[in-house]
């Protein structure tokens, strides 16, 4: 047991614990035995794991949260690929063990305190719509990339559930999945207790589950980024806010709860002036604005939509806040990201070590299934030059126009292999816009081609088979090839 | 977590042995978990050869376990001792105390009440058991339960005043020893009764025969209050004594009547919570202790440091001064008993009428305001006070109030300058006593009406104290701890398998007790092979299937509950009528032949198509019944059999069925769109 304070990052005090005999050999080099950790009131404790490490926590006295979901105690938390905060309000006693790539304790934690006032700004609003029609705060919240966007989110959600609420909440961003694989737009309303491990919990599964279920609705982007087709990327927001401004008018809880949406950091982008913003802003009805990060992203959107500039343009505008930037947000590189998807992907197939999931192949003739794919700058570049180079594009952004061959209907090749297919709830003929609107059934993994025998194995979620509908796949994500064998 | 099967006697090994395993099992009792101890029961009861060695490890366990998991341990105790009996209770008894009060001191106020609760069953006989002797002794109980009404009487009077002044600490000190046993009462003694010497007023005693009164006592339902009316009417009978040894002193003359009136007060029957009966319970016992219960900690003076108002310190300076030069005694010599005893009888009557904080400030301050009180003002009081019919308490503050009694506004440094015993802080990880008052205050309406003012760390009480923070850049920086407090002590009611809080109303209770059996069955599942082993993930609901998902917290709602809930998202599908209907369509289905797992409903020609019924754990046709031996929806069939009737209905009242469906999205949504009576907003296009 080492000395609180004295635990640094590396320096492993290098006692085989017993208890670590379950970890399994060759995690890592970097073995740690188990130690304690005092915190100080308002501290908080970084971590960053990658993928093949385990990272197990237990709070032994006090309080602490993390991304606000408290933490309970003597429960032990395992965390791998994860960049985590646990945050204390109280002051706390952590047990620690396992293998992270760093960890140490925070003290610039002033963010904290600013989150927890939009946490009260929140529930003042809230408190002021009980009883009227108006409905509660409706959030957005932008910065570029790495800046916390999504811990702000998911902890705004937290202490939301915790008093009592059913916020909304609405990613945008389809690189980083929610409740679902990346390549997808979520919306889902927020009611019951949040998982400390992986944050808004699962989705519907026909097991039990460790935290009660959440019900998303998921729609299909599969571009990696808003800037490949702007103008479906709209459509698809529009779409996703007709249906959660239509849930929020059927169901008066959530209404006066509000919503909050996580958007992605390409979304700002001053040479559109805004465009996807001011689109967001205007279909969701957004009542508050949270920059992060970025004081030019803050002053941009206070002249465009602030209470004053916007006075004149339509009535009251649209409080704008620039909230700090957390000290533990650490940029997350490419390989980071695309390991998250690949575990992404896996945990919707195979679950998690506590809710295993059981995926089931399907074989299907090409002549049974409705192929499309979606389009993109990327895919297109790709296809045109043979080369199967995914490069992000950092391209000057070309509007697009709204074109037939969205989605381009087509024979299953040996380029879907290790890609994930989305089931749409729509016919497999039908037009390119109902495919584009169509909300996502569920996700399939491409695991085999055969084109001779014309046919396509599939890992499937569920043993049900689908139907005739449209499949679609695009760009985003990209190809996993070691998710079976 | 994980649950033991039962094993099998484990009487060949040896005590050693049988204490090791038995301590295992132990240490995986994290939560209240009614099968893992009735599973270590068991395993006791079949080693009670080895009682000593296990009631040994229980013991150290209980004593060692962090605080937690004392609660269960000590339920575990309790079963045992109640199902098992003899042996156990001889070897727990003997160290009972101990165990008991080091738990005591380190569990939070929830806990505290349990341990209560469990105590009281321990002084009666087991429920249903021939034996009528009680679970322990009552010489191995009493030392408990007295050692309790010190404690808590100590906390109670010490802690408020100091409780605000750590709130900015970064870590919360601790009152380790505010739980040692009480320093004993017997040289203050001569303090307590009949001293007539010490008395300063003019008349000479005129020593009189005792008078009893006789208290009609209760059935008992409730042995607390019991506990409570029996101390007040030993009370009574003594100060009755002291009065009738000196009829003239007013002072014990108020105090009998507010007695006597408490007492009316608890034989009326009325309901009276928990917290508040425990108050009373205190302050009584306070008196009954008399000087003992002036071995309080004095209140800091000058303000803590956060207190908004400077203005109250001098308000109560402002006070003092004029009570004090009324032919008062010099501090020493004052009967301690006398002068505490009006004011602390007010605050308990104040706190039955539920109108007010008792707080001890107040009370203290009550006593010399009342000293100086002339003859005729409290005959005076004494006599609104006996006209009222159905005394109340509230009333008699009034009515002090009114006779300038009680001032508006008090507050005073102690008026025993005897030192205090200032409590430590050592181990506890946390603020026991702060628990304590929030549990108080929460339970009390957060300030009088009578303008008393009730001491600042009271005015937190976290439920009501809900800030209201304006959207703007500059409301950002400052740190609001009145926000943490709503996510945290506001709800002290934690789930220890989650973290998840809940609030310590009943409301909370009953969602906690829910709570901890989804956990409860949710584990179950989980350990069951067969029902996790298979699971898959759910496809994803449709547009319209979304819109109208109530959303509930299934570890809270009970299954009429959900069921209510997921009605309630199907209404707006189903005329009144159907909705009345016992079973929906929708829910009807039809077990899946085996190897069948599409169909065609011969009435509408849709595809159908099986789904596992977890709950049945069987493939099922949903929306489905048998007509003419082929498998049809449900809902076509009921439409068939009113089609005649009720032809509006049409397309709207098509029931969209659970399971997905071939183009389920469009066609279905329009239909509800259109028939839905426009509560469906969804366009489609």
Request: aromatic fraction near 6%.
């Amino acid at each position: 047991m080492s000395l609180p304070g004295l635990s640094l990052p590396g320096l492993g005090l290098s006692q085989p614990s017993s208890s670590h005999s379950a970890l399994g050999p060759g995690t890592s080099s970097n073995s740690q035995s188990t130690r304690t950790e005092e915190l100080g009131a308002r501290t908080e404790w970084r971590f960053e794991v990658n993928f093949h490490q385990q990272y197990h926590v237990r709070l032994l006295s006090g309080n602490a949260e993390i991304f606000g979901v408290e933490l309970a105690l003597n429960q032990r938390y395992s965390f791998s690929g994860a960049k985590g905060v646990i945050f204390t309000w109280h002051g706390c006693q952590l047990e620690l063990s396992g293998d992270a790539e760093s960890e140490y304790a925070g003290l610039e934690t002033e963010y904290a305190v600013e989150w927890l006032n939009v946490h009260g700004m929140l529930e003042s609003a809230r408190d002021l719509a009980h009883g009227t029609n108006d409905g509660g705060p409706r959030v957005l919240v932008v910065g570029p990339e790495s800046v916390g966007k999504s811990s702000l989110v998911r902890s705004l959600a937290g202490w939301s559930v915790k008093c009592g609420r059913t916020p909304a909440i609405v990613n945008v961003d389809p690189r980083e999945g929610l409740l679902a694989p990346p390549g997808s737009f979520t919306a889902v309303t927020v009611g019951s207790q949040l998982d400390v491990e992986n944050g808004y919990g699962i989705a519907p599964i026909s097991g039990p589950t460790v935290t009660p279920i959440k019900t998303p609705l998921i729609y299909h982007c599969p571009y990696s980024s808003p800037t490949e087709r702007p103008d479906v990327y709209k459509a698809l927001i529009t779409r996703t806010a007709l249906s959660v401004l239509n849930r929020m008018e059927e169901d008066k809880v959530s209404k006066e709860s509000g919503l909050m949406i996580d958007t992605p950091g390409l979304l700002n982008d001053p040479k559109s002036n805004y465009d996807m913003i001011a689109h967001l802003v205007s279909e969701f009805s957004i009542t508050l604005i949270l920059t992060l990060g970025s004081e030019r992203l803050y002053n941009d959107l206070n002249r465009r939509f602030g209470p004053k500039q916007a006075a004149s343009a339509e009535g009251e505008g649209i409080p704008v806040l620039r909230v700090s930037k957390p000290g533990g947000a650490v940029e997350r590189d490419a390989g980071f990201l695309k390991q998250l998807a690949n575990q992404q992907i896996r945990q919707y197939f195979f679950g998690t070590s506590k809710e295993p999931l059981n995926p089931h192949s399907h074989i299907c003739g090409f002549a049974e299934l409705s192929v499309y794919r979606a389009n993109s700058a990327t895919l297109a570049a790709a296809a045109s030059s043979y080369t199967k180079d995914e490069d992000e594009d950092d391209s000057p952004y070309t509007a697009p126009k709204a074109s037939a061959d969205d989605f381009e209907k087509m024979t299953p090749t040996n380029a879907m292999l290790g890609r994930l297919v989305a089931i749409k709830y729509c016919d497999g003929d039908s037009d390119d816009f109902t495919i584009r609107d169509s909300a996502v059934m569920g996700f399939l993994y491409v695991s085999e081609v055969d084109e001779q025998k014309k046919r396509v194995r599939f890992l499937a979620p569920h043993p049900q088979r689908w139907g005739d509908k449209a499949l679609v796949w695009g760009g985003c994500p990209e190809a996993v090839t070691d998710l079976v064998g | 977590m994980s649950a033991r099967s039962p094993r099998g006697s484990l009487s060949g090994a040896s005590s050693a042995e049988v204490a090791e395993d038995f301590g295992d099992s132990l240490r995986d009792l994290q939560i209240n978990n009614r099968y893992e101890i009735s599973n270590l029961t068991v395993i006791a009861k079949e080693n009670t050869e080895h009682a000593q060695a296990i009631s040994k490890v229980l013991e150290e366990h209980i004593g060692m376990t962090s605080p937690s998991k004392k609660l269960p341990a000590l339920y575990l105790l309790d079963s045992i001792v109640k199902n098992v009996g003899t042996p156990y209770t001889v070897y727990l008894g003997r160290n009972l105390y101990n165990t008991f009060m080091q738990a005591y001191t380190l569990v939070d106020s929830n806990v505290r009440k349990s341990m209560e609760g469990m105590l009281k069953t321990w002084k009666e006989p087991v429920p249903g058991s021939m034996d009528p002797r009680p679970v322990f002794p009552p010489e191995t109980v009493r030392p408990i339960e007295n050692a309790l009404i010190k404690a808590k009487t100590v906390a109670m009077q010490s802690h408020r005043p100091i409780a605000p002044d750590y709130r900015n600490t970064p870590t919360p000190p601790n009152y380790a020893n505010r739980f040692a046993p009480p320093p004993t009462h017997t040289p203050p003694q001569p303090y307590q009764n009949f001293q007539p010497g010490f008395q300063s007023l003019p008349n000479a005693p005129t020593p009189q025969s005792t008078y009893y009164q006789h208290t009609p006592q209760q059935p008992p339902p409730n042995n607390e209050l019991d506990a409570v009316k029996r101390e007040v009417s030993g009370l009574i009978v003594q100060r009755q004594a002291q009065y009738d040894a000196n009829r003239h002193d007013q002072r014990l003359g108020g105090e009998l009547k507010a007695l006597l009136d408490l007492q009316q007060l608890l034989n009326a029957g009325q309901y009276i919570d928990p917290a508040s009966l425990q108050q009373i319970r205190d302050r009584v016992s306070g008196l009954a202790n008399g000087p003992s219960a002036q071995l309080r900690p004095t209140p800091q003076p000058g303000t803590p440091q956060w207190q908004p108002s400077p203005s109250f310190p001098q308000e109560a300076s402002q006070f003092v001064r004029p009570a004090a030069p009324y032919s008062q005694p010099p501090p020493g010599q004052q009967p301690p008993a006398a002068l505490l005893a009006p004011g602390a009888l007010d605050g308990l009557q104040a706190l039955l009428a539920n109108g007010q904080k008792p707080g001890t400030p107040q009370i203290r301050a009550t006593a010399p305001a009342l000293q100086s009180a002339s003859h005729a003002q409290l005959s005076n009081v004494q006599n609104q006070a006996a006209a009222a019919p159905q005394f109340n308490g509230a009333d008699l503050i009034a009515s002090l109030t009114r006779n300038g009694l009680l001032p508006k506004s008090q507050r005073q440094p102690p008026p025993h300058p005897q030192p205090t015993p200032v409590p430590n802080s050592s181990t506890l990880p946390f603020q026991p006593s702060a628990d304590l008052l929030r549990s108080l205050s929460s339970i009390l309406p957060p300030t009088s009406q009578t303008g008393t003012p009730t001491f600042p760390a009271i005015n937190l009480p976290p439920t009501t104290s809900k800030p209201r923070i304006p959207m703007t850049a500059a409301a950002l920086k400052q740190f609001r701890p009145e926000l943490v407090t709503t996510l945290y002590e506001a709800q002290p009611n934690q789930c220890s398998t989650c973290g998840r809080r809940f609030l310590s109303t009943d409301e909370g209770r009953t969602k906690k007790a829910r709570h901890l059996d989804w956990h409860f069955r949710t584990n179950q599942r989980i350990a069951d092979p067969a029902i996790s082993r298979g699971a898959h993930r759910d496809w994803y609901p449709t547009e319209i299937d979304w819109v109208r998902l109530k959303d509930y917290d299934p570890s809270t709602t009970t299954a009429e509950e959900a069921s209510a809930l997921a009605a309630a998202s199907n209404s707006q599908f189903s005329s009144p009528t159907k909705g009345k209907a016992h079973k929906r369509p929708e829910e009807m289905y039809v077990r899946a032949p085996p190897g069948v797992t599409r169909n065609t409903c011969s009435i509408c020609f849709e595809e159908m198509k099986s789904a596992y019924a977890e709950e049945l754990q069987e493939w099922v046709f949903w929306n489905a019944r048998l007509a003419q031996g082929k498998i049809v929806h449900a809902t076509c069939l009921a439409e068939m059999a009113k089609s005649g009737g009720a032809a509006g209905l049409g397309a709207g009242q098509r029931q969209r069925s659970a399971t997905p469906e071939s183009s389920l999205g469009k066609r279905k949504a329009d239909g509800v769109g259109l028939g839905g009576g426009g509560g469906s907003k969804l366009r489609m296009e």
